[in-house]
């Protein structure tokens, strides 16, 4: 493969695209009750501008792989721009709700293609010993762009409408498109293998049931409805039958044998772990910061800041030690300080103050940047080159999928020891109490994560040829 552009230009076509995703889908947080006037609609349909996204995305990202031997990872992810753009300006011109979650499925399509593609072209253009501080920076970028997206939105919507949050997308997917038929890696299609269209319908509809389900599962009185619990059982069933039916494949839509790799099964845990962690914090911190120490939300949108400002500069500090030392030292102490600072967040009293919690929460930021990045680099690392885009693929998915069960989880926990204490007359108190069972519960649980981290294979995350050979073997 020939890379005639500079290699830092593919990384900043990369990070045009990405960055235009993840800022999207988070400036369009604070933007539904403007939808809700606007339409005319009530909150659960206003939440599908959200969740379209999500289903759509996690739907579309098992086709990646197969898509990409089929046209080309330049082509396909120049589709995936040239999508999103087209989302949103269906978004921006949209006249009814239901114009607007079509769009919003479109850009989640868009979506799937792109996120697991992202990482693929880095890696296309970057040999293993220099990947991790490029892809400290991509993920310096990508972790700061979600705290960053709310505020976004928010200066957007006071400006001007919500069609903005659609058009601000449009030109900056235009110099992405343009930038990227110039700059990209022009990587020929491989083998045709044949299309698991069996597998695909299977693992398509567990992850949109089961997200749909998620999404429903709000309060503890939804655990009693039967549509919920049926949508529930039946994604299970279906993802157990994927896994069942993939591993007997000649020519699986997504390898599952891969995570016989050691590096890469052992990067996978440590991305879920962390992720859950991540998504509890933005259901957690809310709570501790308005509910218990009586702070206004202002101040939680700062911390959160704070946070991925923190994960950002120790992403790219993370990226460089992992070039040069190999994860295991740099992911171990990224956990270790993000356990840690979770756990302490558990034991702050009624009393603590803001700054308190500020520094936890930037402790906890730079713990993230030390390990979530450089162990997902580490783990596709171990991959061969053609397997990467599926590693990337299913790394996504199962952090998406656990960190959702896990937020519903922690939601459910909170609302029943909620709905306890205050019976009791201890309302703050009891907040107190179930926020900080929570928070000592996933701090334990990344705390748990670290001999996967003392696990990890050597300097470059290689494996022997013969387990590559023995995972990505058939029957």
Request: glycine share 10%; proline share 4%; net charge positive.
């Amino acid at each position: 493969m020939t890379v005639t552009a500079p290699r830092w230009l593919v990384v900043v076509n990369v990070l045009l695209g990405t960055l235009t995703v993840s800022l999207n889908n988070s400036s369009l947080n604070p933007a539904l009750p403007a939808f809700m006037s606007a339409f005319d609609i009530g909150p659960l349909l206003a939440t599908w501008i959200v969740a379209a996204f999500m289903v759509s995305m996690g739907m579309t990202m098992p086709l990646t792989s197969f898509l990409s031997q089929r046209l080309g990872r330049k082509r396909l992810y120049l589709c995936g721009v040239a999508l999103f753009i087209g989302g949103s300006l269906l978004g921006a011109l949209a006249n009814s709700i239901a114009l607007v979650i079509a769009a919003r499925v479109v850009q989640g399509i868009a979506s799937g293609l792109m996120i697991p593609l992202s990482l693929a072209i880095i890696f296309s253009v970057y040999a293993k010993g220099e990947r991790g501080r490029v892809i400290g920076l991509w993920g310096a970028a990508v972790m700061l762009a979600p705290a960053l997206g709310p505020l976004c939105g928010s200066l957007l919507l006071e400006w001007f409408s919500w069609r903005s949050l659609f058009l601000m997308n449009v030109p900056i997917g235009v110099l992405a498109l343009l930038l990227g038929i110039g700059v990209l890696p022009s990587g020929e299609a491989a083998e045709r293998k044949p299309f698991d269209l069996a597998g695909y319908l299977l693992i398509a509809a567990g992850i949109g049931l089961l997200m749909i389900a998620v999404g429903r599962l709000r309060h503890a009185q939804a655990l009693s409805d039967p549509l919920n619990l049926g949508m529930l059982l039946a994604a299970i069933l279906c993802l157990v039958a994927f896994v069942q039916l993939e591993l007997r494949r000649a020519a699986p839509l997504l390898n599952l044998r891969i995570f016989a790799l050691r590096g890469y099964r052992l990067s996978v845990i440590i991305a879920v772990v962390q992720s859950v962690g991540m998504f509890e914090c933005l259901v957690l911190l809310p709570l501790l910061i308005q509910l218990v120490l009586g702070y206004s939300a202002i101040w939680t949108g700062l911390v959160l800041l704070a946070t991925a400002v923190f994960a950002s500069l120790f992403g790219h500090v993370g990226g460089k030690w992992l070039d040069r030392h190999g994860p295991r030292g740099v992911v171990s102490c990224g956990l270790l300080l993000t356990g840690g600072a979770t756990l302490a967040l558990g034991l702050l009293g009624a009393q603590a103050s803001i700054g308190l919690v500020f520094v936890l929460m930037m402790v906890r930021g730079a713990g993230l940047g030390l390990s979530y990045m450089p162990a997902t680099t580490a783990g596709l690392n171990s991959l061969p080159e053609a397997l990467v885009i599926q590693g990337a693929a299913m790394n996504n998915i199962s952090r998406r999928l656990v960190a959702s069960l896990a937020i519903v989880i922690a939601s459910l926990w909170l609302e029943f020891r909620l709905a306890a204490e205050v019976g009791n007359g201890a309302h703050q108190a009891g907040a107190l109490t179930a926020i900080s069972e929570v928070f000592i519960a996933t701090g334990i649980l990344i705390l748990l994560a670290l001999p996967c981290a003392w696990r990890f294979p050597g300097l470059a995350c290689d494996e022997p040829e013969e387990a590559l050979l023995k995972a990505i073997k058939h029957p």
